[in-house]
């Protein structure tokens, strides 16, 4: 392990060096060289017996002791690394120890030194091992630890070669034999050309595993980077059809975002959507990609079609030959587009099936078990997008029929309610004959409540206007600082016979937002209108300025009755009116403030609210400034 050991030298965590393995490897190869070193010391025993027998003079017991010296560090370095070879078993942790390389090498690398020494120092066959060695080394360790182990080799070889030089210790040559023809005369050249031999296979055998292992890794690498980009594709697939069901609420912008995602990233040929009927007996097709437009039109009995029933009621189906007997259940006309391999999936929303998913290719067993969960996973998406989209649809539908109501019954109040409203006055005029006292009080009673009513049906027409304006999504240029003038102007008769000091600040600048103009003026009037009828004394401010983030901010201050805490979190619901302000004699419907909010949300603003009871109230609204042309 000297990547390990080098990493931590220096304090963290490194990359590893040219010829550092990867932690697997790493252990494999550490437990191979402790299997391997087992059959060391006995191979050293033979071959000095065999050198004994060959009649060369063998030093014994020095031999025998570097045997015993490696079986020694061996079994050190079984018992450390023997955890690596066990099967820790489920929810075991594993041993974190790694394998130390360097200290396997370097004492591998005395004892070969000890053996040079030992069979003839600079004419020992063992030189070649001691290559041999050097070249395994520069394959399992990074490049410092592996140079070291080049160095002391080396270095060692030079010490031996020259200590016996020097007579510094004892020169044990091996006899080269006396008699020429001999056993012994072939004996060393013999073994140099053995051990040189077995040099250069162990050097071979271990070149070409190294390389064949490197080639299973770059091909692994490159299995992994083309899933990976693969799983991307899906990923970003899934991420559009979910943004779909947030950002889109009709059920035909979802379903042709997701019919043309899937065949982008399934690389097939079509795609489609049928979705179960409501009485459960057909499958109509509400979406499809790559079909015959004539297939649109089709609608499939589910009793006649065994296999879209099957699918309709949890099951999936994949073939990738279809055979003529499917052909005929799935109602589309397969032959004449050539599509072999089919896959449908249930469409699940609410714990139920409401329809089938389905890919076609050309190619035949196109579809794998990837592609299989891939589509079971955007089918379960595509499921809760068409759920919320018809759920959007039939709340649509149920507004509609609100609003048509609602004008239906405003208009046929409206009538009645001004000619009681005209009646009332030529009583209270006189026209009819004298009104004494107690009279003129019913009778200012009556028409407040018959006026609150006609405002209640005003704010019920202008609350459908505005919902049917925003079906048609009308839009045009807007100039508020124009409007805020205009409202200023009709208000300030109002604020004056109520003795209130009506002060307007317009500041500089294009004041433009994009909507329609009449929604924008009723809600400023709504704002204004409110303000000045429940201050009883004091200013009422409104003011419009362009804001630095793009931006228009429109501000309605008052110092009126202002409005109870526990009754903000209900301000803006349809007719609900303050305590207070129920309280007070003030005419009023409930409906101002939700026009106000239904109008700011349309426009894709925000309005906040600032108030303490008895203090007064101030409403902000901020809208989007139009964009100029030279941005746009």
Not at 138 to 166: D, F, N, W, Y
Not at 331 to 358: M, N, R, W, Y
């Amino acid at each position: 392990m000297a990547a390990s050991s080098d990493s931590a030298a220096d304090g963290g965590t490194r990359p590893l060096g040219r010829s550092s393995l990867a932690p697997a490897d790493s252990t494999g190869w550490a437990l191979r060289l402790v299997r391997f070193r087992w059959w060391v010391p006995p191979g050293i025993v033979l071959g000095a017996a065999v050198a004994a027998g060959l009649g060369l003079t063998v030093r014994a017991v020095p031999i025998f002791l570097v045997a015993c010296f490696v079986l020694a560090y061996n079994g050190l370095f079984h018992l450390r690394y023997r955890p690596l070879d066990l099967d820790p078993g489920p929810g075991a942790r594993p041993d974190p120890a790694e394998p130390r390389f360097d200290l396997q090498v370097g004492c591998d690398t005395l004892a070969l030194l000890a053996l040079i020494h030992l069979t003839g120092g600079a004419s020992s066959p063992l030189l070649f091992v001691l290559a041999f060695h050097v070249v395994f080394a520069a394959t399992l360790l990074p490049r410092r630890a592996a140079h070291g182990i080049a160095l002391l080799a080396v270095g060692g070889a030079a010490a031996v070669v020259a200590a016996a030089g020097a007579e510094l210790v004892t020169r044990w040559p091996l006899p080269r034999g006396a008699l020429a023809g001999s056993p012994g005369a072939l004996v060393h050249p013999g073994s140099m050309i053995v051990v040189f031999g077995l040099a250069v296979l162990g050097c071979t055998y271990l070149a070409t595993g190294f390389v064949e292992g490197l080639r299973l890794r770059m091909a692994d690498l490159t299995r992994s980077r083309d899933e990976a980009v693969e799983l991307n594709e899906k990923l970003h697939t899934l991420y559009v059809v979910a943004q779909a069901i947030v950002s889109k609420q009709r059920l035909d912008q979802v379903l042709d975002i997701a019919k043309i995602e899937l065949a982008r990233v399934m690389e097939v040929e079509a795609v489609s959507v049928k979705l179960v009927s409501d009485d459960g007996r057909y499958l109509r097709y509400a979406a499809t990609y790559g079909l015959p437009d004539t297939v649109v039109n089709e609608v499939i009995d589910l009793w006649k079609s065994p296999l879209n029933r099957r699918v309709v009621q949890g099951e999936m189906f994949v073939t990738g030959r279809v055979s003529e007997g499917e052909m005929f259940q799935f109602g589309e006309d397969l032959v004449a587009t050539g599509l072999t391999s089919v896959l449908f999936v249930p469409l699940p929303a609410e714990s139920k099936v409401i329809g089938v998913l389905g890919a076609y290719s050309r190619g035949a067993d196109r579809f794998e078990e990837q592609d299989v969960q891939f589509f079971r996973l955007a089918a379960d998406l595509v499921g809760i997008a068409v759920w919320n989209a018809r759920a959007y649809e039939a709340i649509e539908s149920l507004m509609t029929e609100r609003t048509r109501f609602l004008l239906q019954i405003a208009h046929n109040f409206r009538a009645p309610l001004a000619a009681a409203i005209a009646m009332l006055e030529v009583v209270q005029g006189g026209f009819l004959g004298e009104v004494d006292e107690r009279q003129r009080d019913y009778l200012a009673r009556i028409d407040r409540r018959v006026k609150s009513l006609s405002s209640l049906l005003n704010d019920v027409l202008a609350l459908a206007k505005s919902r049917t304006q925003r079906r048609r999504g009308e839009r045009s240029a807007v100039d508020l600082s124009a409007l805020t003038r205009k409202v200023h102007h009709t208000f300030q008769g109002e604020a004056t016979r109520k003795s209130l000091s009506f002060e307007l600040a317009v500041h500089e600048g294009v004041l433009e937002t994009t909507g329609d103009a009449e929604m924008l003026e009723q809600m400023l009037e709504n704002l204004v209108s409110n303000a000045i009828k429940y201050t009883g004394h004091g200013v009422v401010r409104l003011t419009v300025a362009q804001e630095s983030d793009g931006l228009i901010r429109i501000e309605v201050q008052d110092s009126g009755m202002g409005i109870p805490k526990e009754a903000m979190p209900r301000l803006f619901t349809e007719f609900f009116r303050a305590p207070n302000a129920r309280s007070s004699e003030t005419i009023g419907t409930g409906l101002g403030l939700a026009l106000v909010r239904e109008t700011v949300d349309q426009h894709g603003g925000k309005i906040h609210v600032e108030s303490e009871e008895g203090r007064g109230t101030t409403f902000t609204v901020r809208l989007p400034a139009a964009r100029s042309p030279a941005a746009g």
